[in-house]
């Protein structure tokens, strides 16, 4: 009974191309994230969802765009897929807001950008 | 917005051995730290956190970390490492007022026979 699912595990793709990554936790957790990880293994926050509310928004291109359509789910869809996007993506949820509660992260969706 | 600092990329150890990661942070308040580890290919399992209280917390697989203020540290302990405990280890520190999680750049631990 997985808490924080992602799905595609794996994405490949050809540059110029628009992918998603869904995301959904069944631990009635409020706080979503998404965290961008690079070959260095360096961990970005990228957004932040509360009850469906946007809270981060780092400084990330518009080509990635979330979407929430309610506290369980946080997907990723990025347009015009580019070479520097490839990386692995986690998402992540959190019982509390502003208190900074711990992380529950997904197993990681790795796209690959050709 | 707070910050971490790993001072060390990559560590090796003898199985056996004690162990020490670095974790620095910088943060104007009082801060939630938490040290994670990952494993290839996975997602990241939280180790240990610490919120308040006493300043050394203990942690699954039998890790813990000790806060020291003056320091602005939050280092992380092995008393005897096992080959299963080679992975990227991850600092973070959280804050009271707002979601933000900040991680570490991470390191690299790689366990000897």
């Known amino acids: 009974d997985t808490a924080v699912s992602q799905t595609p595990k794996y994405l490949v793709t050809q540059m110029g191309n628009d992918k998603s990554i869904k995301c959904e936790q069944n631990?009635?957790?409020?706080?979503m994230y998404w965290y961008k990880q690079d070959s260095k293994k360096f961990l970005k926050i990228m957004f932040s969802y509360n009850n469906k509310e946007l809270i981060i928004n780092e400084t990330v291109p518009n080509r990635f765009s979330p979407k929430s359509p309610d506290k369980a789910h946080l997907n990723l869809h990025i347009n015009s897929l580019e070479l520097g996007d490839s990386a692995v993506y986690f998402c992540a949820s959190s019982p509390r807001v502003g208190a900074g509660g711990e992380l529950f992260f997904g197993e990681g969706s790795r796209l690959t950008v050709l | 917005a707070q910050s971490v600092t790993q001072p060390d990329i990559h560590i090796t150890v003898s199985e056996g051995a004690s162990l020490e990661l670095r974790c620095n942070y910088s943060?104007?308040?009082?801060?939630?730290l938490f040290w994670y580890v990952q494993s290839p290919g996975q997602g990241l399992q939280l180790l240990l956190k610490y919120f308040s209280g006493d300043t050394l917390v203990q942690g699954i697989k039998g890790f813990e970390a000790e806060f020291k203020r003056s320091q602005s540290s939050f280092n992380l302990r092995k008393p005897s490492v096992h080959w299963s405990d080679a992975a990227e280890y991850f600092c973070a520190v959280g804050a009271l007022n707002n979601n933000d999680m900040r991680f570490g750049a991470g390191t690299r631990l790689t366990v000897k026979p």
């Open positions: 943060y104007g308040a009082t801060p939630y």
């Open positions: 631990l009635g957790h409020d706080t």
